[in-house]
Every structure is written in C-alpha cells, then in structure tokens.
C-alpha cells in the first residue's frame, strides 16, 4: 500500500520512520486568509510531515469545521505536504457525496490525503440534530465505510442496507491513488471497525500502554478476517506548548474547558503539556508503543508560536539521539 505522494505507508515495525504533523483546524478560524497561507506555508517549510484538519458539524454551542473543506485549503494553500483528516464524521453525511468529494479533491492534489473517520459522539445533539439516531451511530458508520470502499473502485455499486440503498451508483474518475481510511476511536468497535475496513488506526486520548495493546488487538482481529494487518497507526495528542510549562498547562486547560465543557482534570492524564523537549519525552512512550504519525494538536500563545512548537516536537522527537529525549533506543 502507499501512502500520500506515493511513497511506502510505514509498516509500524518499532524501526519505521516517525512522522510528526501538526493540527492545523484553529489556524484555519483564526489567521484570515492571508495568514493562513502564510502559517500553513511555514508549516511545511519547517519540516513538518503533514497537517491534519478536523471535523465537526455543530459542536455544543455550534462549533464546527468542515473536515473536507478544510482539507481542500490545506492541500491547496501548500505544495507536497499531506493532510489527515481526523477525523471525518461519515456517518451524518451520506457516502456516495463523500466520495464524490474524495474524487474531487484527489484530482486537485492526488495522493495527498488521509481520510481518518470516527463516529463521534461526544455532543449527541450534534449526531441527533443531523438526522442520525446516536445509538445507530456505530452501525450507520460501519455500513458507509462498506459503501464507501465500494465506490472508491470506480464501478457501479449496488447496496441494500440498514440504512443506505444505492443502485448502479458510480463515482467516476476514482481517485488514484485510492484515498487511505484510518479509523479513529477507542474500545472494541475501533478495534473491530478497522481490522474490517481501515488501512491503519488513529488514536487519542489513550495511554501507551493502552495503545500498544489496541494495536496488537487490531492486528489479531484483521487477521481473523484474513486480511493484512493495517500498515498505518497514529495518535493525534492535545498539547500544552510554552517557553514556561505552567503556562503550557494554563494554556491547554483553558482551551479545551472551552472546547469540550468538560473541566480539565478529565483530561490531564491523556494530554501532554511542557516545552517542546519536554513534550517530545512524554510522546516517546507513544513512539515505543507502535506509533508512527504523531499529530500533535497544539495550543500555544498564537497561531504562529504554535507552528513554531510543533516544528520543536517534530526536531526533538525526530533527530534526538537514541535513549535521550526522542526516541528511545
């Protein structure tokens, strides 16, 4: 399988590359259209491997982000770097119109995007409110990644389902490269739902030691199925970045209180938060645990200093001699 711009997926063997990339969805809201090209242009110029969007429809208070759409000015404001989407709500939407979004942007920058999908869940007047029954949630994903795979060959598909009837429907041109899907999300439904349909898992919210051992239960279910173990797992990792590291954690708190209405203690244990050394060291576990596309979603002092610090993450963790700082040896 390959990956964005043709090159190889990593194999997640512990000797795999490590490729850190950085969210990107608060300077998408925030730099104006001038300062966002400006940003997510410094972004790539500063080595990071790719950018990552995220995705809701009306989140709480009516939050949201178009995961496509923000894709589309990420992809389009750079010139090689790849966006993940992660991750993309497909069960509110219909997945015959998700594909002929995929097609399109595929034409605009072919192999450079990830597809992360989740069934969310977190605000359920954001599922309910868009037509979708929450306790279905689950089930109406898994049927439109079926349908999705489907379409992605370019061939007419036929499909009668719990909740989708299609007939002789056809996304044509289909993408090439196919678009990768990475399932995101925790517990046996992610673990069964990507060993079935996934070309790798994106995490968050997890210990290490958690996500080693939903890695090594993703590979045992997809071969049950008979299928290769997925080649791609990720961990997208909310984190505090500051010079100081009690502004770091101020920073992180304040953020996502805001964010997810939920105090910030529910979170301390499954985020990160320090200088970007120090950071780095907190994300090694993660490294060790199997992961090899680290997302760091920064809150720092501003769009540009987020940038900046996520770039740090990516240097520390990456070019760190073996047993320091990065990596572990």
């Excluded at 680290?294 to 540009?304: F, G, H, L, N, R």
């Excluded at 610090?309 to 700082?325: D, K």
Aim: hydrophobic share 45%; proline share 7%; charged share 20%.
């Amino acid at each position: 399988m390959t990956g964005p711009g043709g090159a190889a997926v990593p194999s997640g063997a512990t000797g795999a590359p490590v490729r850190v990339g950085v969210s990107v969805h608060a300077i998408l809201q925030s730099a104006g259209r001038a300062g966002t090209r400006a940003l997510l242009a410094r972004a790539e110029r500063a080595g990071l491997d790719y950018l990552c969007v995220a995705d809701h429809v009306s989140f709480h208070d009516g939050t949201g982000f178009d995961g496509l759409i923000s894709a589309t000015a990420a992809l389009t404001s750079t010139e090689h770097v790849p966006v993940l989407v992660g991750v993309y709500l497909l069960g509110l939407r219909h997945p015959l119109l998700t594909a002929r979004q995929l097609a399109s942007i595929s034409q605009l920058a072919p192999g450079r995007l990830i597809l992360g999908v989740g069934a969310g869940g977190e605000d359920r007047a954001e599922i309910s409110n868009s037509g979708v029954d929450p306790a279905t949630r689950g089930r109406r994903l898994d049927e439109c990644l079926e349908v999705l795979r489907a379409l992605a060959g370019g061939t007419p598909v036929d499909h009668s389902g719990e909740f989708l009837s299609l007939r002789g429907a056809t996304i044509r041109p289909a993408p090439h490269p196919e678009v990768p899907i990475v399932v995101g999300g925790r517990g046996e439904a992610a673990v069964r739902r990507t060993a079935r349909y996934g070309d790798g898992w994106l995490g968050m919210f997890c210990s290490p030691r958690r996500y080693a051992q939903t890695r090594e239960q993703i590979a045992a279910a997809a071969a049950a199925l008979g299928r290769e173990p997925p080649a791609w797992y990720g961990l997208n990792i909310w984190c505090g970045l500051d010079d100081a590291p009690d502004r770091a954690r101020h920073l992180l708190a304040r953020e996502m209180e805001s964010l997810y209405r939920l105090p910030y203690d529910k979170f301390r244990h499954v985020t990160l938060a320090g200088t970007a050394q120090q950071v780095a060291s907190q994300i090694a576990p993660f490294v060790s645990a199997g992961a090899r596309h680290i997302t760091v979603v920064p809150v720092s002092a501003s769009p540009q200093a987020a940038v900046e610090q996520a770039a740090a993450v990516r240097a520390a963790l990456v070019n760190a001699p073996p047993g320091r700082a990065g990596v572990p040896g």
